[in-house]
Protein backbone atom coordinates (compact mmCIF):
# COMPACT_ATOMS: atom_id res chain seq x y z
CA UNK A 1 0.00 0.00 0.00
CA UNK A 2 1.30 3.30 -1.16
CA UNK A 3 0.68 6.14 1.20
CA UNK A 4 1.27 10.16 0.84
CA UNK A 5 1.91 12.02 3.98
CA UNK A 6 1.20 15.63 4.26
CA UNK A 7 2.52 16.80 7.09
CA UNK A 8 4.91 19.71 8.00
CA UNK A 9 6.12 19.07 11.43
CA UNK A 10 9.24 17.05 10.66
CA UNK A 11 9.36 14.98 14.00
CA UNK A 12 5.63 13.90 13.67
CA UNK A 13 5.93 12.91 10.14
CA UNK A 14 8.81 11.21 10.87
CA UNK A 15 7.35 8.92 13.75
CA UNK A 16 4.10 8.61 11.45
CA UNK A 17 6.12 7.45 8.33
CA UNK A 18 8.32 5.05 11.32
CA UNK A 19 5.19 3.42 12.43
CA UNK A 20 3.03 2.78 8.71
CA UNK A 21 6.57 1.19 7.53
CA UNK A 22 6.77 -1.01 10.04
CA UNK A 23 3.40 -2.32 9.06
CA UNK A 24 4.98 -2.50 5.63
CA UNK A 25 3.13 0.44 3.79
CA UNK A 26 5.17 2.38 1.16
CA UNK A 27 5.10 5.70 3.03
CA UNK A 28 6.56 9.14 1.08
CA UNK A 29 6.04 12.38 2.71
CA UNK A 30 5.68 16.03 1.78
CA UNK A 31 6.14 18.71 4.80
CA UNK A 32 4.72 21.76 2.28
CA UNK A 33 2.39 22.59 -0.25
CA UNK A 34 4.51 23.00 -2.58
CA UNK A 35 6.09 19.65 -2.16
CA UNK A 36 2.48 18.08 -2.01
CA UNK A 37 1.45 19.91 -5.21
CA UNK A 38 4.10 17.99 -7.19
CA UNK A 39 4.08 14.60 -5.47
CA UNK A 40 0.61 14.73 -6.38
CA UNK A 41 1.00 15.50 -9.63
CA UNK A 42 3.74 12.51 -10.14
CA UNK A 43 2.69 9.75 -8.41
CA UNK A 44 -0.42 7.49 -7.86
CA UNK A 45 -1.56 6.63 -3.81
CA UNK A 46 -3.84 4.46 -2.37
CA UNK A 47 -4.34 6.51 1.00
CA UNK A 48 -3.38 10.37 1.12
CA UNK A 49 -2.75 11.52 4.51
CA UNK A 50 -3.58 15.15 4.64
CA UNK A 51 -2.77 17.95 7.60
CA UNK A 52 -4.80 20.93 7.16
CA UNK A 53 -1.98 23.49 8.65
CA UNK A 54 0.94 23.80 6.13
CA UNK A 55 2.99 26.87 6.19
CA UNK A 56 2.85 27.84 2.26
CA UNK A 57 -1.06 26.99 2.05
CA UNK A 58 -4.30 25.51 3.08
CA UNK A 59 -4.23 21.99 3.19
CA UNK A 60 -8.11 22.39 2.47
CA UNK A 61 -6.99 23.62 -1.09
CA UNK A 62 -4.76 20.25 -1.97
CA UNK A 63 -8.22 18.34 -1.83
CA UNK A 64 -9.87 19.04 -5.14
CA UNK A 65 -6.35 18.49 -6.65
CA UNK A 66 -6.62 15.36 -4.65
CA UNK A 67 -9.73 14.42 -5.81
CA UNK A 68 -8.59 15.78 -9.27
CA UNK A 69 -5.34 13.75 -10.05
CA UNK A 70 -6.02 10.70 -7.33
CA UNK A 71 -9.37 10.23 -7.56
CA UNK A 72 -8.99 6.76 -6.07
CA UNK A 73 -6.72 7.53 -2.97
CA UNK A 74 -8.68 7.27 -0.05
CA UNK A 75 -8.42 10.63 2.14
CA UNK A 76 -7.65 11.18 5.80
CA UNK A 77 -7.26 14.65 7.22
CA UNK A 78 -4.82 15.68 9.97
CA UNK A 79 -5.90 18.93 12.25
CA UNK A 80 -4.77 20.13 15.24
CA UNK A 81 -7.87 21.97 14.82
CA UNK A 82 -10.21 20.05 16.19
CA UNK A 83 -12.94 22.01 14.52
CA UNK A 84 -16.29 20.71 13.14
CA UNK A 85 -15.86 23.69 10.36
CA UNK A 86 -12.70 21.98 9.07
CA UNK A 87 -14.10 18.37 9.79
CA UNK A 88 -17.61 19.41 7.65
CA UNK A 89 -15.60 21.03 5.25
CA UNK A 90 -13.30 18.96 4.97
CA UNK A 91 -15.84 15.78 4.58
CA UNK A 92 -17.67 17.75 2.38
CA UNK A 93 -15.05 18.18 -0.34
CA UNK A 94 -14.43 14.60 -0.38
CA UNK A 95 -11.70 13.49 2.73
CA UNK A 96 -12.97 9.90 3.77
CA UNK A 97 -11.69 10.20 7.56
CA UNK A 98 -10.51 13.09 9.84
CA UNK A 99 -8.30 12.49 13.12
CA UNK A 100 -6.97 15.35 15.69
CA UNK A 101 -3.97 15.98 16.86
CA UNK A 102 -2.74 14.95 19.09
CA UNK A 103 -3.57 10.81 17.95
CA UNK A 104 -2.08 7.36 18.79
CA UNK A 105 -0.34 6.00 15.98
CA UNK A 106 -2.19 2.83 16.17
CA UNK A 107 -5.38 5.00 15.65
CA UNK A 108 -4.30 5.92 12.88
CA UNK A 109 -3.38 3.26 11.69
CA UNK A 110 -6.40 1.25 12.45
CA UNK A 111 -8.37 4.04 10.36
CA UNK A 112 -5.85 3.89 7.64
CA UNK A 113 -6.60 -0.10 7.35
CA UNK A 114 -10.37 0.90 7.90
CA UNK A 115 -10.37 3.02 4.65
CA UNK A 116 -8.31 0.60 3.03
CA UNK A 117 -10.73 -1.96 3.44
CA UNK A 118 -12.98 0.13 2.46
CA UNK A 119 -11.68 1.51 -0.55
CA UNK A 120 -10.10 -1.33 -1.90
CA UNK A 121 -11.93 -4.93 -1.06
CA UNK A 122 -15.42 -4.02 -1.79
CA UNK A 123 -17.50 -6.22 0.27
CA UNK A 124 -15.00 -9.24 0.39
CA UNK A 125 -13.31 -8.37 3.61
CA UNK A 126 -11.34 -10.57 6.03
CA UNK A 127 -8.45 -10.48 8.25
CA UNK A 128 -6.77 -13.57 9.41
CA UNK A 129 -4.01 -14.30 12.08
CA UNK A 130 -3.51 -17.95 11.98
CA UNK A 131 -6.52 -19.65 13.13
CA UNK A 132 -8.67 -16.24 13.77
CA UNK A 133 -10.26 -14.56 11.58
CA UNK A 134 -12.24 -11.24 11.16
CA UNK A 135 -15.11 -10.54 8.71
CA UNK A 136 -15.27 -6.86 8.85
CA UNK A 137 -18.39 -6.74 6.68
CA UNK A 138 -20.54 -8.64 8.79
CA UNK A 139 -18.71 -8.33 12.06
CA UNK A 140 -17.77 -12.19 12.67
CA UNK A 141 -15.15 -13.73 14.16
CA UNK A 142 -14.64 -16.88 14.19
CA UNK A 143 -11.43 -19.03 15.47
CA UNK A 144 -11.01 -22.80 13.67
CA UNK A 145 -14.24 -21.76 11.39
CA UNK A 146 -16.38 -21.56 14.41
CA UNK A 147 -18.24 -18.32 15.23
CA UNK A 148 -17.27 -15.85 18.38
CA UNK A 149 -20.26 -14.47 20.63
CA UNK A 150 -18.58 -11.00 21.06
CA UNK A 151 -20.25 -7.70 22.12
CA UNK A 152 -19.18 -4.81 20.06
CA UNK A 153 -16.58 -3.86 22.06
CA UNK A 154 -14.76 -7.13 22.83
CA UNK A 155 -15.23 -6.47 18.68
CA UNK A 156 -14.24 -3.78 18.16
CA UNK A 157 -10.87 -4.18 20.51
CA UNK A 158 -10.06 -7.42 18.83
CA UNK A 159 -10.00 -5.81 15.00
CA UNK A 160 -8.03 -2.73 16.52
CA UNK A 161 -5.43 -5.75 17.94
CA UNK A 162 -5.47 -7.50 14.94
CA UNK A 163 -4.82 -4.13 12.58
CA UNK A 164 -2.43 -3.36 15.11
CA UNK A 165 -0.89 -7.14 15.13
CA UNK A 166 2.94 -7.51 16.74
CA UNK A 167 2.73 -3.64 18.03
CA UNK A 168 2.54 -2.54 21.50
CA UNK A 169 -0.69 -1.29 22.28
CA UNK A 170 -1.35 0.92 24.78
CA UNK A 171 -4.34 0.99 27.33
CA UNK A 172 -4.57 4.94 26.40
CA UNK A 173 -5.06 4.49 22.94
CA UNK A 174 -7.40 1.36 23.62
CA UNK A 175 -10.03 3.30 26.18
CA UNK A 176 -10.19 6.52 23.47
CA UNK A 177 -10.83 4.04 20.22
CA UNK A 178 -13.44 2.62 22.08
CA UNK A 179 -14.98 5.29 24.58
CA UNK A 180 -13.68 8.75 22.67
CA UNK A 181 -11.82 11.45 23.40
CA UNK A 182 -13.55 12.89 26.47
CA UNK A 183 -15.74 10.06 28.49
CA UNK A 184 -15.87 10.57 31.70
CA UNK A 185 -14.56 6.61 32.61
CA UNK A 186 -11.77 6.51 29.84
CA UNK A 187 -8.91 6.63 31.99
CA UNK A 188 -10.53 3.59 34.18
CA UNK A 189 -8.27 0.66 32.75
CA UNK A 190 -9.95 -2.29 35.05
CA UNK A 191 -12.86 -1.99 32.36
CA UNK A 192 -10.44 -2.72 29.07
CA UNK A 193 -9.02 -5.49 31.51
CA UNK A 194 -11.97 -7.19 31.60
CA UNK A 195 -12.69 -6.98 28.06
CA UNK A 196 -9.53 -8.61 27.02
CA UNK A 197 -9.79 -11.25 29.85
CA UNK A 198 -13.48 -12.11 27.90
CA UNK A 199 -11.63 -11.91 24.47
CA UNK A 200 -8.89 -14.19 25.57
CA UNK A 201 -11.76 -16.28 27.31
CA UNK A 202 -13.72 -16.77 24.11
CA UNK A 203 -11.17 -17.58 22.12
CA UNK A 204 -9.89 -19.94 24.57
CA UNK A 205 -13.11 -21.73 24.52
CA UNK A 206 -12.97 -22.44 20.69
CA UNK A 207 -9.22 -23.72 21.53
CA UNK A 208 -7.70 -20.65 19.70
CA UNK A 209 -4.04 -19.71 21.32
CA UNK A 210 -3.88 -16.70 24.04
CA UNK A 211 -2.37 -14.00 20.90
CA UNK A 212 -2.93 -10.83 23.91
CA UNK A 213 0.43 -10.48 25.76
CA UNK A 214 0.53 -7.93 28.71
CA UNK A 215 3.74 -5.75 28.56
CA UNK A 216 4.75 -4.04 31.24
CA UNK A 217 2.02 -2.82 32.46
CA UNK A 218 2.26 -0.42 29.64
CA UNK A 219 -0.09 -1.95 27.09
CA UNK A 220 -0.83 -5.18 25.08
CA UNK A 221 0.59 -6.81 22.21
CA UNK A 222 -1.66 -9.33 19.88
CA UNK A 223 1.66 -11.79 18.32
CA UNK A 224 2.62 -15.23 18.22
CA UNK B 1 -27.98 50.77 52.45
CA UNK B 2 -29.16 54.19 51.99
CA UNK B 3 -30.13 56.13 49.15
CA UNK B 4 -28.43 59.40 48.39
CA UNK B 5 -31.21 61.50 48.57
CA UNK B 6 -32.15 60.31 52.34
CA UNK B 7 -28.69 61.00 53.38
CA UNK B 8 -28.45 64.57 52.34
CA UNK B 9 -32.09 64.95 53.64
CA UNK B 10 -31.29 63.41 57.16
CA UNK B 11 -28.14 65.62 56.93
CA UNK B 12 -30.31 68.15 56.34
CA UNK B 13 -33.04 68.24 59.03
CA UNK B 14 -30.48 67.48 61.85
CA UNK B 15 -28.71 70.70 60.92
CA UNK B 16 -31.67 72.68 60.43
CA UNK B 17 -33.19 70.98 63.13
CA UNK B 18 -30.61 72.32 65.86
CA UNK B 19 -30.41 75.66 63.66
CA UNK B 20 -34.23 76.02 64.54
CA UNK B 21 -33.66 75.11 67.72
CA UNK B 22 -31.00 78.08 68.87
CA UNK B 23 -33.25 80.49 66.85
CA UNK B 24 -36.28 79.92 69.07
CA UNK B 25 -34.06 79.72 71.72
CA UNK B 26 -32.38 83.84 71.30
CA UNK B 27 -35.66 84.59 70.10
CA UNK B 28 -37.43 83.67 73.09
CA UNK B 29 -34.68 85.69 75.15
CA UNK B 30 -34.05 88.85 73.15
CA UNK B 31 -38.01 89.16 73.16
CA UNK B 32 -37.91 88.42 76.39
CA UNK B 33 -35.31 91.05 77.24
CA UNK B 34 -37.13 93.97 74.97
CA UNK B 35 -40.34 93.19 76.32
CA UNK B 36 -39.49 93.42 79.88
CA UNK B 37 -37.81 96.70 79.32
CA UNK B 38 -40.74 98.32 77.61
CA UNK B 39 -42.82 96.86 80.07
CA UNK B 40 -39.95 98.87 82.97
CA UNK B 41 -40.77 101.94 80.60
CA UNK B 42 -44.12 102.17 80.68
CA UNK B 43 -44.51 101.31 84.76
CA UNK B 44 -42.11 103.82 85.15
CA UNK B 45 -44.25 106.34 82.70
CA UNK B 46 -47.66 105.26 85.09
CA UNK B 47 -45.69 106.03 87.86
CA UNK B 48 -44.37 109.05 86.63
CA UNK B 49 -48.18 110.17 85.78
CA UNK B 50 -48.98 109.49 89.23
CA UNK B 51 -46.45 111.48 91.46
CA UNK B 52 -47.32 114.27 88.85
CA UNK B 53 -51.17 113.60 89.34
CA UNK B 54 -50.75 113.29 93.76
CA UNK B 55 -48.04 117.01 93.15
CA UNK B 56 -50.77 118.93 91.21
CA UNK B 57 -54.49 117.88 92.55
CA UNK B 58 -53.19 116.06 95.82
CA UNK B 59 -55.50 112.99 94.74
CA UNK B 60 -53.94 109.30 95.53
CA UNK B 61 -55.26 107.16 92.70
CA UNK B 62 -55.45 102.94 94.02
CA UNK B 63 -56.35 100.50 90.92
CA UNK B 64 -54.95 97.61 93.03
CA UNK B 65 -53.53 95.01 91.98
CA UNK B 66 -52.16 97.86 88.79
CA UNK B 67 -51.97 101.25 91.18
CA UNK B 68 -50.97 101.00 95.03
CA UNK B 69 -50.11 104.05 96.52
CA UNK B 70 -49.96 104.37 100.92
CA UNK B 71 -48.16 106.94 102.72
CA UNK B 72 -45.38 105.61 104.69
CA UNK B 73 -43.45 106.61 107.57
CA UNK B 74 -40.01 109.37 106.75
CA UNK B 75 -37.97 106.85 107.79
CA UNK B 76 -38.80 104.39 105.35
CA UNK B 77 -37.12 105.34 101.76
CA UNK B 78 -36.86 102.60 99.37
CA UNK B 79 -35.19 103.35 95.72
CA UNK B 80 -37.28 102.60 92.93
CA UNK B 81 -36.76 99.10 91.76
CA UNK B 82 -38.49 96.05 89.25
CA UNK B 83 -39.15 92.52 90.26
CA UNK B 84 -42.04 89.62 89.39
CA UNK B 85 -44.17 89.10 91.36
CA UNK B 86 -47.73 86.59 91.46
CA UNK B 87 -50.39 87.37 92.75
CA UNK B 88 -53.68 85.80 93.01
CA UNK B 89 -56.33 87.16 90.68
CA UNK B 90 -59.78 86.35 92.69
CA UNK B 91 -62.17 87.36 89.39
CA UNK B 92 -59.88 84.57 87.37
CA UNK B 93 -59.14 82.53 90.10
CA UNK B 94 -55.60 81.86 89.70
CA UNK B 95 -52.61 83.18 90.35
CA UNK B 96 -50.93 85.47 87.77
CA UNK B 97 -47.98 86.67 87.05
CA UNK B 98 -47.22 90.81 87.61
CA UNK B 99 -43.71 93.29 86.50
CA UNK B 100 -44.06 95.63 89.38
CA UNK B 101 -42.10 98.83 90.15
CA UNK B 102 -41.81 99.49 93.85
CA UNK B 103 -40.21 102.69 94.86
CA UNK B 104 -40.83 105.99 97.70
CA UNK B 105 -41.24 109.68 96.98
CA UNK B 106 -41.60 112.50 99.33
CA UNK B 107 -44.52 115.11 97.70
CA UNK B 108 -45.16 117.77 99.95
CA UNK B 109 -43.18 116.58 102.70
CA UNK B 110 -45.18 113.31 102.40
CA UNK B 111 -43.50 109.86 101.83
CA UNK B 112 -45.45 108.03 99.59
CA UNK B 113 -44.83 104.39 99.02
CA UNK B 114 -45.94 103.74 94.93
CA UNK B 115 -46.50 99.95 93.05
CA UNK B 116 -47.36 100.05 89.84
CA UNK B 117 -47.87 96.55 87.98
CA UNK B 118 -48.81 95.05 85.09
CA UNK B 119 -49.46 91.93 83.87
CA UNK B 120 -46.61 89.71 82.61
CA UNK B 121 -47.41 87.07 79.68
CA UNK B 122 -46.69 83.75 81.58
CA UNK B 123 -43.04 82.49 80.45
CA UNK B 124 -44.20 79.00 79.54
CA UNK B 125 -47.12 80.39 76.95
CA UNK B 126 -44.75 82.24 75.67
CA UNK B 127 -42.43 79.89 75.31
CA UNK B 128 -45.07 77.54 73.85
CA UNK B 129 -46.07 80.00 71.40
CA UNK B 130 -42.48 80.19 70.26
CA UNK B 131 -42.08 76.94 69.60
CA UNK B 132 -45.09 76.68 67.89
CA UNK B 133 -44.37 79.37 65.69
CA UNK B 134 -40.61 78.45 64.83
CA UNK B 135 -41.82 74.53 65.07
CA UNK B 136 -44.68 75.46 62.47
CA UNK B 137 -42.08 77.22 60.17
CA UNK B 138 -39.20 74.29 60.32
CA UNK B 139 -42.07 72.06 59.46
CA UNK B 140 -43.46 74.17 56.44
CA UNK B 141 -39.95 74.23 55.17
CA UNK B 142 -38.66 70.73 55.43
CA UNK B 143 -42.01 69.62 53.82
CA UNK B 144 -41.07 71.89 51.03
CA UNK B 145 -37.97 70.82 50.76
CA UNK B 146 -38.28 67.21 50.85
CA UNK B 147 -40.49 68.04 48.04
CA UNK B 148 -38.41 69.99 45.62
CA UNK B 149 -36.01 67.47 46.78
CA UNK B 150 -37.90 64.73 45.42
CA UNK B 151 -38.66 66.60 42.24
CA UNK B 152 -35.38 67.51 41.62
CA UNK B 153 -32.99 65.02 42.39
CA UNK B 154 -35.45 62.83 40.56
CA UNK B 155 -34.75 64.63 37.18
CA UNK B 156 -30.91 65.55 37.83
CA UNK B 157 -30.49 61.73 38.71
CA UNK B 158 -32.13 60.52 35.75
CA UNK B 159 -29.17 60.44 33.25
CA UNK B 160 -27.18 58.28 36.24
CA UNK B 161 -30.23 56.17 36.37
CA UNK B 162 -30.37 55.44 32.78
CA UNK B 163 -26.74 55.07 32.73
CA UNK B 164 -26.87 52.42 35.51
CA UNK B 165 -29.70 50.86 33.43
CA UNK B 166 -27.77 50.75 30.61
CA UNK B 167 -24.98 49.39 32.32
CA UNK B 168 -27.31 46.66 34.11
CA UNK B 169 -27.19 45.19 30.27
CA UNK B 170 -23.37 45.03 29.95
CA UNK B 171 -22.04 41.36 29.46
CA UNK B 172 -18.47 41.15 28.30
CA UNK B 173 -19.69 39.03 25.59
CA UNK B 174 -21.20 42.27 23.66
CA UNK B 175 -19.55 42.78 20.59
CA UNK B 176 -19.66 46.20 21.62
CA UNK B 177 -21.16 48.74 23.96
CA UNK B 178 -21.55 52.17 24.06
CA UNK B 179 -23.36 54.32 26.89
CA UNK B 180 -25.67 56.71 25.39
CA UNK B 181 -27.48 59.07 28.04
CA UNK B 182 -25.58 61.64 30.22
CA UNK B 183 -28.24 64.42 30.27
CA UNK B 184 -25.88 67.34 29.51
CA UNK B 185 -24.11 67.08 33.17
CA UNK B 186 -20.55 67.60 33.16
CA UNK B 187 -19.98 64.73 35.82
CA UNK B 188 -22.56 62.45 34.38
CA UNK B 189 -20.83 63.01 31.28
CA UNK B 190 -17.42 62.26 32.54
CA UNK B 191 -18.95 59.28 34.26
CA UNK B 192 -19.92 58.17 31.06
CA UNK B 193 -17.08 58.25 29.22
CA UNK B 194 -14.95 56.74 32.08
CA UNK B 195 -17.54 53.45 31.69
CA UNK B 196 -17.47 54.02 28.01
CA UNK B 197 -13.01 53.44 27.97
CA UNK B 198 -13.98 50.41 30.86
CA UNK B 199 -16.42 48.47 29.16
CA UNK B 200 -14.37 48.62 25.88
CA UNK B 201 -11.21 47.83 27.41
CA UNK B 202 -13.67 44.48 29.28
CA UNK B 203 -14.57 43.39 26.01
CA UNK B 204 -11.37 43.34 24.61
CA UNK B 205 -9.81 42.08 27.35
CA UNK B 206 -11.95 39.56 27.13
CA UNK B 207 -11.77 38.60 23.44
CA UNK B 208 -7.97 38.41 24.08
CA UNK B 209 -8.81 36.16 27.34
CA UNK B 210 -10.81 33.75 24.52
CA UNK B 211 -8.78 33.79 21.55
CA UNK B 212 -5.80 32.85 23.84
CA UNK B 213 -7.42 29.85 25.14
CA UNK B 214 -8.12 28.70 21.95
CA UNK B 215 -5.08 29.32 20.78
CA UNK B 216 -3.17 28.25 22.90
CA UNK B 217 -5.07 25.07 23.39
CA UNK B 218 -4.11 24.41 19.73
CA UNK B 219 -0.34 25.06 19.85
CA UNK B 220 -0.46 22.51 22.11
CA UNK B 221 -1.73 19.77 19.89
CA UNK B 222 1.04 19.49 17.52
CA UNK B 223 3.99 19.02 19.90
CA UNK B 224 1.96 17.28 22.10
CA UNK B 225 1.39 14.57 18.85
CA UNK B 226 4.99 14.90 18.49
CA UNK B 227 5.58 13.65 22.04
CA UNK B 228 2.78 10.97 22.14
CA UNK B 229 3.74 10.04 18.82
CA UNK B 230 7.71 9.75 19.46
CA UNK B 231 6.90 7.55 23.50
CA UNK B 232 4.53 5.16 21.29
CA UNK B 233 7.42 4.51 19.15
CA UNK B 234 9.87 4.26 21.97
CA UNK B 235 7.66 1.50 23.81
CA UNK B 236 7.66 -0.40 20.76
CA UNK B 237 11.25 -1.20 21.46
CA UNK B 238 12.08 -5.21 22.23
CA UNK B 239 15.16 -4.59 24.68
CA UNK B 240 13.48 -2.42 27.03
CA UNK B 241 13.94 -2.68 30.67
CA UNK B 242 11.32 -2.70 33.11
CA UNK B 243 12.21 0.46 34.73
CA UNK B 244 12.97 2.23 31.70
CA UNK B 245 9.21 1.29 30.30
CA UNK B 246 7.62 2.05 33.61
CA UNK B 247 9.41 5.91 32.81
CA UNK B 248 8.17 5.73 29.36
CA UNK B 249 5.06 4.60 31.17
CA UNK B 250 4.51 7.41 33.20
CA UNK B 251 5.44 9.86 30.76
CA UNK B 252 3.50 8.91 28.13
CA UNK B 253 0.07 9.00 30.37
CA UNK B 254 0.99 12.40 31.59
CA UNK B 255 1.34 13.65 27.75
CA UNK B 256 -2.40 11.89 27.43
CA UNK B 257 -3.71 13.55 30.40
CA UNK B 258 -2.30 16.74 29.15
CA UNK B 259 -4.20 16.01 25.67
CA UNK B 260 -7.05 15.22 27.14
CA UNK B 261 -6.92 18.26 29.21
CA UNK B 262 -6.01 20.62 25.99
CA UNK B 263 -8.57 19.03 23.99
CA UNK B 264 -11.18 19.75 26.57
CA UNK B 265 -10.00 23.37 27.02
CA UNK B 266 -10.51 23.80 23.47
CA UNK B 267 -13.64 22.53 23.03
CA UNK B 268 -14.68 24.80 26.11
CA UNK B 269 -13.55 27.97 24.30
CA UNK B 270 -14.82 26.87 20.97
CA UNK B 271 -18.64 26.53 22.11
CA UNK B 272 -18.32 29.76 24.09
CA UNK B 273 -16.71 31.21 20.31
CA UNK B 274 -20.02 29.73 19.30
CA UNK B 275 -18.29 27.75 16.73
CA UNK B 276 -20.51 24.76 16.52
CA UNK B 277 -23.40 26.62 14.75
CA UNK B 278 -24.62 23.44 12.73
CA UNK B 279 -28.08 22.41 14.09
CA UNK B 280 -30.12 19.84 12.90
CA UNK B 281 -33.22 18.04 14.20
CA UNK B 282 -31.79 15.70 17.37
CA UNK B 283 -33.57 12.61 19.34
CA UNK B 284 -32.41 12.94 22.80
CA UNK B 285 -33.89 9.64 23.47
CA UNK B 286 -31.56 7.31 21.02
CA UNK B 287 -28.54 9.39 22.44
CA UNK B 288 -29.03 8.83 25.68
CA UNK B 289 -29.15 5.08 24.67
CA UNK B 290 -25.93 5.07 23.16
CA UNK B 291 -24.49 6.85 25.65
CA UNK B 292 -25.64 4.59 28.59
CA UNK B 293 -24.15 1.59 26.09
CA UNK B 294 -20.99 3.86 26.39
CA UNK B 295 -21.09 3.63 29.60
CA UNK B 296 -22.26 -0.12 30.11
CA UNK B 297 -19.42 -1.75 31.92
CA UNK B 298 -19.37 1.29 35.02
CA UNK B 299 -23.39 0.90 34.92
CA UNK B 300 -22.38 -3.12 35.10
CA UNK B 301 -19.66 -2.73 37.81
CA UNK B 302 -21.69 0.03 40.04
CA UNK B 303 -24.85 -2.63 40.06
CA UNK B 304 -26.47 0.72 38.89
CA UNK B 305 -29.74 0.89 36.17
CA UNK B 306 -30.73 3.73 34.29
CA UNK B 307 -34.66 4.24 33.72
CA UNK B 308 -35.53 6.45 31.30
CA UNK B 309 -38.78 7.71 31.11
CA UNK B 310 -39.84 9.10 28.33
CA UNK B 311 -43.44 9.95 27.85
CA UNK B 312 -43.66 12.04 24.41
CA UNK B 313 -39.81 11.92 23.46
CA UNK B 314 -38.42 14.97 22.96
CA UNK B 315 -36.78 15.93 19.56
CA UNK B 316 -35.37 19.37 19.40
CA UNK B 317 -32.97 21.41 17.47
CA UNK B 318 -29.25 21.32 18.31
CA UNK B 319 -25.78 20.42 17.30
CA UNK B 320 -25.39 16.80 17.66
CA UNK B 321 -22.02 16.83 19.07
CA UNK B 322 -22.61 19.46 21.85
CA UNK B 323 -26.06 17.45 22.78
CA UNK B 324 -24.10 14.28 22.82
CA UNK B 325 -21.82 15.95 24.95
CA UNK B 326 -24.33 16.98 27.68
CA UNK B 327 -25.80 14.01 28.24
CA UNK B 328 -22.04 12.58 28.51
CA UNK B 329 -20.96 14.58 30.69
CA UNK B 330 -24.15 14.77 33.15
CA UNK B 331 -24.80 10.95 32.99
CA UNK B 332 -21.30 10.18 33.48
CA UNK B 333 -21.10 12.12 36.22
CA UNK B 334 -24.31 10.75 37.79
CA UNK B 335 -22.58 7.31 37.41
CA UNK B 336 -19.78 7.93 38.92
CA UNK B 337 -21.41 10.24 42.18
CA UNK B 338 -24.12 7.72 42.97
CA UNK B 339 -23.95 5.17 45.68
CA UNK B 340 -23.91 1.07 43.77
CA UNK B 341 -27.41 -0.94 43.51
CA UNK B 342 -29.54 1.64 42.88
CA UNK B 343 -31.09 3.52 39.73
CA UNK B 344 -30.27 6.90 37.57
CA UNK B 345 -33.47 8.08 36.83
CA UNK B 346 -33.54 10.11 33.81
CA UNK B 347 -36.95 12.23 32.92
CA UNK B 348 -37.52 13.19 28.96
CA UNK B 349 -40.18 15.97 28.21
CA UNK B 350 -40.89 17.78 25.02
CA UNK B 351 -39.38 20.88 26.70
CA UNK B 352 -37.45 19.52 29.58
CA UNK B 353 -34.38 16.49 30.79
CA UNK B 354 -34.11 15.16 34.44
CA UNK B 355 -31.31 13.41 35.73
CA UNK B 356 -31.88 11.56 39.22
CA UNK B 357 -29.17 10.12 41.19
CA UNK B 358 -28.53 9.28 44.92
CA UNK B 359 -24.83 10.36 46.22
CA UNK B 360 -23.10 12.07 48.94
CA UNK B 361 -24.57 15.31 50.32
CA UNK B 362 -22.28 18.32 48.48
CA UNK B 363 -20.28 19.97 50.52
CA UNK B 364 -20.56 23.40 48.47
CA UNK B 365 -23.30 24.95 46.77
CA UNK B 366 -24.76 22.94 43.75
CA UNK B 367 -23.99 26.37 41.72
CA UNK B 368 -19.99 25.96 42.56
CA UNK B 369 -19.51 23.10 40.54
CA UNK B 370 -19.83 24.60 37.35
CA UNK B 371 -17.10 26.75 38.00
CA UNK B 372 -14.18 25.79 36.06
CA UNK B 373 -11.40 23.48 37.71
CA UNK B 374 -13.45 23.08 40.67
CA UNK B 375 -13.14 19.52 41.90
CA UNK B 376 -15.22 17.95 44.72
CA UNK B 377 -12.29 16.18 46.08
CA UNK B 378 -8.51 17.24 45.69
CA UNK B 379 -7.93 13.48 45.11
CA UNK B 380 -10.56 13.24 41.80
CA UNK B 381 -7.92 12.39 38.36
CA UNK B 382 -10.77 14.77 36.68
CA UNK B 383 -10.15 18.12 35.95
CA UNK B 384 -13.56 19.76 37.09
CA UNK B 385 -14.51 21.03 33.46
CA UNK B 386 -17.07 18.78 33.25
CA UNK B 387 -19.90 20.64 33.97
CA UNK B 388 -18.45 23.84 32.88
CA UNK B 389 -19.16 22.37 29.36
CA UNK B 390 -22.12 21.56 30.09
CA UNK B 391 -23.06 24.79 31.28
CA UNK B 392 -21.69 26.51 28.17
CA UNK B 393 -23.37 24.08 25.97
CA UNK B 394 -26.70 25.36 27.78
CA UNK B 395 -25.49 28.83 27.72
CA UNK B 396 -25.30 28.32 23.54
CA UNK B 397 -28.57 27.43 23.45
CA UNK B 398 -30.13 29.31 25.63
CA UNK B 399 -31.02 26.33 27.75
CA UNK B 400 -31.71 26.78 31.52
CA UNK B 401 -29.76 23.91 34.03
CA UNK B 402 -30.55 24.19 37.27
CA UNK B 403 -29.12 21.44 39.83
CA UNK B 404 -30.42 20.62 43.45
CA UNK B 405 -29.70 18.46 46.16
CA UNK B 406 -32.50 17.19 48.65
CA UNK B 407 -31.83 14.30 51.27
CA UNK B 408 -28.98 12.54 48.78
CA UNK B 409 -30.81 13.25 45.78
CA UNK B 410 -29.21 14.76 42.68
CA UNK B 411 -31.13 16.60 40.35
CA UNK B 412 -29.84 18.34 37.20
CA UNK B 413 -32.90 19.75 35.44
CA UNK B 414 -32.03 21.17 31.73
CA UNK B 415 -34.89 23.33 30.37
CA UNK B 416 -35.22 23.48 26.54
Known sequence: MKILIIEDEKDLLEAMAGYLTLEGMLCETASTFFKAEDSLSAYNYDIIILDLTLPDGNGLDLISLIKERNSKAGLLIVSARNSLDDKVKGLDLGADDYITKPFHLAELNSRIRSLARRRFFDGKNELTFNEITINTDSLEVAVNGELLDLTRKEYDILLYFMVNRNRVITRESIAEHIWGDNSTFADNFDFIYSHIKNIRKKIEQKKGKNYLHNIYGIGYKFSE | ???????????????????????????????????????????????????????????????????????????????????????????????????????????????????????????????????????????????????????????????????????????????????????????????????????????????????????????????????????????????????????????????????????????????E????????????????????????????????????????????????????????????????????????????????FVILNNGAPLQVEPRKLFDRFYKASSSSDSFGLGLSIVMEICKANNWHITYTVENNLHKVTVKF
Not at chain 2, 17 to 25: D, E, I, K
Not at chain 2, 279 to 291: K, P, W
Request: net charge negative; glycine share 2%.
Open chain 2, 1 to 271: MMKLLQKTNRAYFILSASAFAVAGLVTYLVLSLFLESQLNEKLAATKDHLVETIETSGVVYNDPPYIEVREEPASSEIKDSYSDTIIYDASEKESVPFRQLTGTVSIRDKNFKIITRNTLIEKSDFLLTIILTTGSVFLLLLLSLYFINKKLSRKIWSPFYSILDELKKFSPENASFDLIASGGIEEFEELRLTLNKLTAKVISDYQVLKRFTEDASHEIQTPLSIVQSRLESLIQEPDLTEIQAAQIQSAYSASVRLAKLTRSMLFLARI
Open chain 2, 273 to 352: NRQYPESEEIDLESIIRSQTELFSEAIREKSLSVEIHSDSGCSLNANVFLAESLIQNLLGNAIKHSFGNSSIIIELKQDS
